[in-house]
């Protein structure tokens, strides 16, 4: 939805996004990893503009992309989960192999240019990539072990 409507998917992938908070079963979870993941994840994706990696038709960084990373963010205690459960090594080589490639699908899309070649970028964007969202995780995991243990009486 994002890719084919862009920026006029904002009220849609809010709807989405709002949906997906509301049928949360870790709602208090979900809102730190928010908070954290968004803000390392957006601030990943400036960096990756300034590095001339890829390029965004809507500068600094559109809506679109906000709300793809919001959504992603909310499926990493869902169906995102089994990252966690996989030794760290294969869980970072998932990420580096499949991350550029939706980035990938977002440039033929037009909505973003990458601005080196494939190869470079498939290397060099996909192992940034999966250790920026390996720290996410990491981060997510503290965060649950924190509030398992606040909760205990």
């Known amino acids: 939805m994002a890719l084919f409507l862009e920026n006029t998917a904002i009220l849609p992938g809010l709807t989405v996004i709002c949906l997906m908070f509301y049928l949360s079963k870790q709602k208090q ?3 730190i990893l928010l908070s954290y993941g968004l803000l ?8 990756a503009t300034q590095l001339q ?21 909310l499926t990493l205690n869902t169906s995102m989960d089994f990252l966690t459960r ?6 970072v080589l998932a990420c580096s192999v499949f ?12 909505v973003l240019n990458i601005e080196v070649p494939v190869w470079q ?7 940034m990539w999966a250790i920026m969202f390996f720290v996410i995780m990491l981060i997510n995991k503290r965060v649950a072990t924190y509030l398992a243990t606040v909760k205990k009486p």
């Open 29 to 31: 979870q979900d809102a």
């Open 40 to 47: 390392i994840a957006l601030g990943f994706e400036w960096l």
């Open 53 to 73: 990696l890829l390029s965004f038709n809507i500068l600094p960084l559109p809506a679109w992309l906000v709300m793809l990373w919001a959504a992603l963010l």
């Open 86 to 91: 996989l030794p760290w090594y294969f869980a």
């Open 99 to 110: 991350a550029p490639a939706s980035y990938l699908a977002g440039a033929r899309f037009g």
């Open 121 to 127: 970028f498939w290397s060099v964007y996909g192992v």
